[in-house]
């Protein structure tokens, strides 16, 4: 797995709030049922990024969670080093406590440019493209959907 769960949620949740127009909020309940992820869950890692300075939070009948930075200057890769720490695609790929060009392991070789890739790709995939690319989706599968049941 590239990432734990809990950024995997984090990364989720965003994604669902990129959409809002500035300074509008969302509920963790009503992220939770778009998303499918456990309400209690996803509020501890909103809480987190709230922390991170990701999101703001408010409470109260007005309350609920926004982005506290625009998605588009969000890279998944900043996302996933909140939650799961800093330096998570430096780390040996066998779990080796050293692995660097002194003291290789294995897989070493091959790792390297992968890593590479993988953090150039989160790097450079911000949390606006993801919900761009989800809502371009969502729109495709609906107009299908339309199209089949008119037949």
């Known amino acids: 797995m590239l990432f734990s769960r809990s950024a995997e949620y984090a990364i ?12 509008e909020s969302a509920l963790v309940k009503d992220i939770a049922a778009e998303t499918g992820i456990p309400v209690h869950f996803l509020a501890k890692i909103l809480q987190d990024l ?16 926004r982005m506290a ?3 588009s200057d969000l890279p998944m890769l900043k996302v ?10 430096q780390r040996c790929i066998l779990g080796g406590e050293e692995c660097n060009e002194r003291a290789l392991c294995s897989m070493h070789d091959s790792w ?16 606006a493209d993801l919900a761009k690319s ?5 729109r495709l599968l609906a107009r299908s959907r339309r199209g089949t049941s008119a037949r």
């Open 69 to 71: 930075i625009s998605p």
């Open 80 to 89: 996933i080093e909140a939650v799961d720490g800093a330096g998570r695609y």
């Open 12 to 23: 989720r949740g965003l994604v669902s709030l990129a959409p809002l127009p500035p300074g």
């Open 134 to 138: 989800l809502g371009e989706k969502r």
């Open 50 to 65: 709230a922390r991170s300075g990701f999101l703001k939070s408010n409470k109260g009948p007005r309350g609920g969670f």
């Open 112 to 127: 390297v440019p992968v890593r590479s890739h993988i953090v150039e790709y989160l790097q450079g995939t911000s949390i």
